[in-house]
Each structure stands twice: as C-alpha cells, then as structure tokens.
C-alpha cells in the first residue's frame, strides 16, 4: 500500500552569516493512512523544519531545500506549484503550532478563523461555514460554542486557545494533521485533555496526525511509530514498542534513561548525557553523537552510520549495530570493570 | 525550635489590581521546611506557587503572615539581621535567558552578590568566581564571557552559581529546569542534587514536572488557585494521593512504558477558574468529579488525616 506521506532523503540548510546551517541532513520517513507518527528530538535537532518543509513554511531566503522528495499521496510538495501547493495547505495536510498564543490572529474573531479556510477550500457559503465553524467548536470539546464563536482569542485560556487551533486545522477534514509540540505550553492537566481530544479526533476521523514532542511519556500513550531526531539526522526510528523495549541507539538509550520513572520505589541518581548538542556549522565528520557517546569507537568520529535495519520497520544509525562492531553488553561490563 | 530552617505561617499575598479587584495569589499558606530537606511545590500556572517562593526570600513582601528564619521573624528584624538573613535565602530563576543581564560579564554577574555584600576582594574575589564556575561544570576561563554566548543549560549553571556565591543555606529554585532540554534537565537536577549534600543545603523546588519533582524532593505540597490543597511525603503523595486534585494531576502524567495499562485516566473538566474571583468553599470544586453540596459553601479545614500526611478536603 503506498503511504499517505513519503518523505526521502530530506536535507534543508540555512544561509547566516556565520555560514550555512545543516538544519536536516538526510531524513526519510513515511506516514500511513490513520496513525500517529511522533517525533522526538531537542531543540534544534531539526524537527520543526522537517514538518516545515512538509507545510512549504520554510522561508527562502534563508532556507534552502537542498534535496529530497516529499510525496503526499503520488505527488512531489516540493515541485509543486504556489497555486497547488496552496490548495493542499490547510485542506489536506494543516498544521496546530505549539504556541497558541501567537499563532491566532488577536484582532479577528475566533469564528471568523475558523470559518476563514471552509470558504476558501470549500466554498462553503457564510451560513454554511458558520454552522461548521459552530461544530467544529463543540467537536473539540469548548463549551457554549455559539457565544464563544463571537469571542477574540483574548477571551480564551492556554487550554481554549490550543483547542480553537486544533478546531481550524481539522475544519476542513484534512488527511493529515501536524502537530508541533500541541501541549508544550500547556499544564498537565490540560496536556491530558488536549492529548485525549487529539487521539479521538483520529479515532473518529481517521486522520493521520505527525506529532512533535520532546516528552517520551506523551510519545507513549498516543503514538504508533516514532522517530528520534539528534543534529539534523534521524538516528532512530520504529513502532512505540521497538523504541522504549528494544532501543538500539546510544541516543535513545540516554533519553530513556534521563527521565525520573514515576513508579520507582527507589531513588536512582539520574543518568544524563552528559555534554551539548553539536553546533551545526560544522557538524562533526562522524556520527554527529559520537563526541558525547559512551561507547563511541574509532569509525564513529570518522564516518556517519547508515541506517542499520534491525527489525522490519526499525532502524537506528550507529555503528553498534554492525555486525563487526563490540557487542554493548561488553562494552558496559568492560567499562564497569575499570 | 530548630530543627525547621524555615517556617512560614498563614502567609497571603495578595495583589491589588483595581479598587475592587484582588488577585489572592497566595492565600493563608503555612509550610515548614526541616533542615537539608529539599521541599517540592507542584501546581499549575496560575497557583501561587512562584510568588510563595518569591515572599519567601524577600522579593515581595507578605500581605500577612510570618516567614520564621532560624527561628526568628524576617519581618521584625533589624536591618542588618536581615541582611545577613537576604544572603542565605537566595533563588534561582526559571528562564535563563531573562535572568542573566547581557551586558555584563559572567564573572561580574556571578561576583555582584559578593561585591554587595563585600565578601572578597581582588584576587581573592577572581579565585572565587574560578572556583564557583568550576563547581558548576563550567571553565575558568568562561568569566570574560557574556550570557549570550551560552546555551540553556549553561546559563542555569551560570544562574546556580550566581545564588551559590555567597554561601546561601536555602535555595527557592523557581522552576529552574522547565525552560531545558530532557538531557539537560537530568544534568542540572543532578548538578543540585551534589551541591545540596557539599554544601548542605536545603531546597524549596518548584515545578509543574510532578516525575522530577518527586525525584528530588523529600517532601511535597500540592497548591491550586493560592491554596495549597495537600502535603505529604513524596513517596506517600505518590501511593496515597487523598484530595482529588493531586490524583487527576497525577494521573495525568504521560507515563514513558507504551505497555503499560492505561491507567484509569482522570481527566479534569474545565480550565482553572479566575484567581480574581476564586470559586466559594473549596476552590478546586468547579473542577471536582467528586464536588458535594457542602464543598460551594464553607472551605475544608486544613488537617492532618495520617501521620505527616495533611490535605484541605471535605471528603476526609
């Protein structure tokens, strides 16, 4: 079955000053019909311009979309035309932002936002798009939709303002949702009404959701597959369970390890990672996490991994997994001996 | 008594926004904190939980109530009492890039307490900088630099050693990690963790991250809308939440084990209502699954219901 989105060898670069930023080198990654793909990275490991790229949101200059394809459906975004492009916008593929205090417009009513893409997209007539506007507020959960609809965004909290933008992107039944870090701002317990809303929304619709996140705890309870994300590159990627039970890269390792476990009885120090993230002017020659792994080698620092199959559908870039390489058990027991 | 560094008793602030409006940010709040204890606050934006670490070192003063150091009232202080008391209670900022001033120098900033408070002098001064910057992880030879020239992290290091300086016993650490990355945090918790046992500190951490505040604190209270709704130690808060509030916010952290059950999820409904106009009786009823008739009428007491365990519910 083709995928819904398939994206192939991305790179995107930024020109500065200073030089050119290698914001995403090499990504690929594909999408099904009514799933939940996360991805997972620090700041700056290059997620939000992937998802980016995918939205034609990268602004050039300075961006460059060095190379890759990204196929939605049969059809390349990236050659597309401004006029096609603009009719998959907000129609098939739409976008919540992670901030929703600054990605609605605070002079326009909240109504009159969501009804904004059913006329252009749709053709909806104004009665028709405000009848919609007015489901769609109640679909996502925002009590009185009628007095609300009238309502600025001013008027709405954290936790309204996050659902009024999951209402616009989804007014138009798109195929696919993208998510940049939905709940970040948010409090716990409103993160939980979001995340609740967002996977019943999917259930219900069938859309396929991309959902950006650096909380491992989010990416377990909603997501099907992942992809962990470090410097531009993805260094990891597989279904929730090959990430969290059977993880083969030392990133992923480190992460899993740098979160406190809520039901532990005792108390364990934390493991961090120790060391910062690469700059990406100069990114090194090697695996970009070799200068802050445990058990980097000597290939490591010379040469970047491929992506190293271990089960269908998981990979992971590290040189660990070749078949040549120390096995890790080794490697701990060795290095728990000095 | 002095086993308690710090006691604060019925402690308000409130803020007066117009003539008729009042913001009780936190409202008649009373924790006592043992020595090298590290004291955790949970609550969702909007609890009162920044501005009660603010009073408590002194940024703000209390609307009412008493903050007892040692066993003696800041309030009724001389001056010069109180600023020795101003240099052992130091805080650490949740937003390393707000906190830090650009314009100046690492070393300067991390110096200016000791200059305020003429701790050291000249070379003495130079070799204590060296000394603290080292003590956080960070170089020497990073003193000639300025705060932009760093990341999150290192900031918050920057910050850390700015507090540590002049030889504080408490450290309020107001979300010290919520601005950083998931392998950061776990450095800095770490960071505070060891510097706590060398230089036998206590803590009042406060966080919205419930799984690193009970991986640090010995023990918690929960605050909602300025109230503080429970108090216990973290492990039994964990096991044996009572009042409603703190098991919805508990079962509400995204649990990192894609197998495990889906927990019996309680979702609240609703936003928090305005701190401007506080709900009557308890605060949380709006919000409570398990609201009764009594609770819009007359606020829970404040009680003990086990050992060291207290929460505000008419339930218990």
């Avoid at chain 1, 990605?103 to 909806?124: A, F, V, W, Y």
């Avoid at chain 1, 099907?224 to 890269?249: C, W």
């Avoid at chain 1, 009885?265 to 060391?275: D, F, M, Q, T, Y």
């Avoid at chain 1, 910062?276 to 980097?296: H, I, W, Y």
Wanted: include cysteine.
């Amino acid at each position: 079955m083709a995928h819904l989105l398939e994206v192939k060898n991305l790179e995107v670069n930024f020109k500065t000053y200073g030089g050119e930023v290698k914001a995403v080198r090499d990504v690929s990654f594909h999408v099904n019909k009514g799933e939940i793909l996360a991805i997972v990275g620090e700041s700056g490991s290059g997620k939000s311009v992937t998802v980016q790229s995918i939205m034609g949101l990268i602004p050039t200059p300075p961006g460059i979309i060095r190379g890759g394809t990204i196929h939605f459906h049969d059809k390349d975004i990236l050659k597309m035309s401004k006029k096609e492009m603009r009719k998959i916008k907000g129609s098939k593929i739409s976008m919540v932002f992670q901030d929703p205090m600054t990605s609605l417009n605070p002079t326009m009513r909240i109504g009159k936002q969501i009804e904004e893409g059913l006329i252009l997209h749709q053709g909806l007539s104004k009665d028709d798009a405000k009848k919609r506007a007015i489901e769609m507020i109640k679909l996502v959960g925002i009590p009185n939709p009628e007095e609300r609809y009238n309502q600025f965004p001013h008027e709405f909290s954290g936790g309204m303002r996050q659902r009024a933008m999951i209402a616009i992107a989804l007014s138009c039944n798109p195929e696919l949702l993208i998510a940049d870090e939905p709940t970040t701002a948010l409090d716990v317990t409103i993160q939980a009404q979001v995340l609740e809303l967002m996977k019943d929304l999917q259930n219900k619709l069938d859309t396929s959701i991309i959902l950006i996140t650096h909380d491992l705890g989010v990416v377990a309870e909603t997501a099907q597959r992942v992809i962990v994300m470090y410097a531009g590159m993805m260094v990891e990627s597989g279904t929730v369970f090959d990430l969290f039970e059977n993880p083969k890269h030392p990133y992923t390792w480190g992460l899993l390890e740098s979160i406190p476990k809520v039901e532990d009885g005792e108390k364990k120090p934390l493991v961090p990672i120790e060391g910062s993230p690469p700059d990406l002017f100069s990114p090194p020659k090697g695996c970009p996490f070799a200068p802050r792994c445990k058990f980097a080698m000597d290939i490591c620092l010379e040469e970047i991994p491929p992506d190293f199959e271990i089960d269908q559908g998981h990979t992971a870039k590290c040189w660990l997994n070749d078949p040549r390489a120390p096995k890790v058990e080794d490697l701990v027991a060795a290095g728990s001996e000095e | 008594m002095s086993e308690h560094i710090l006691e604060v008793q019925q402690l308000s602030k409130y803020f007066h926004i117009n003539k008729n409006q009042t913001v009780k940010s936190v409202d008649d709040i009373s924790i006592s904190i043992k020595k090298g204890e590290t004291f955790g606050l949970v609550g969702e934006s909007g609890s009162g939980k920044s501005t009660l670490g603010k009073t408590i070192v002194g940024l703000q003063a209390p609307t009412s109530g008493n903050i007892i150091y040692n066993g003696k009232d800041v309030e009724k202080l001389d001056k010069s009492t109180k600023k020795v008391i101003n240099r052992e209670l130091q805080i650490i900022f949740q937003d390393p890039h707000a906190s830090l001033n650009p314009r100046m120098q690492v070393g300067d900033i991390i110096a200016e307490g000791m200059d305020a408070y003429k701790l050291a002098k000249g070379q003495e001064r130079q070799n204590r900088i060296y000394e603290l910057l080292e003590r956080v992880g960070l170089r020497p030879e990073h003193a000639k630099r300025y705060p932009h020239e760093f990341s999150g992290g290192q900031r918050q290091r920057i910050g850390i050693a700015r507090a540590l300086a002049v030889k504080p016993k408490f450290i309020v650490a107001d979300e010290p990690i919520s601005a950083l990355d998931v392998s950061i945090q776990a450095q800095v918790i770490n960071l505070l963790d060891d510097l706590k046992k060398e230089e036998e500190l206590t803590y009042l951490f406060i966080a919205h991250d419930l799984g690193m505040v009970k991986h640090i604190s010995d023990r918690i209270g929960v605050m909602y809308l300025g109230k503080m709704m429970e108090m216990s130690e973290s492990d039994e808060l964990f096991k044996n939440p009572l009042h409603p509030y703190t098991q919805a916010l508990l079962s509400a952290i995204p649990n990192p084990n894609p197998r495990a059950d889906k927990r019996e999820r309680i979702v609240l409904q609703g936003d928090p209502p305005s701190p401007v106009n506080p709900p009557s009786g308890c605060r949380f009823r709006t919000r409570c699954p398990h609201a009764m008739d009594i609770c819009s009428q007359k606020a829970p007491e404040w009680k003990e219901i086990q050992k060291d365990h207290w929460t505000a519910c008419h339930l218990y």
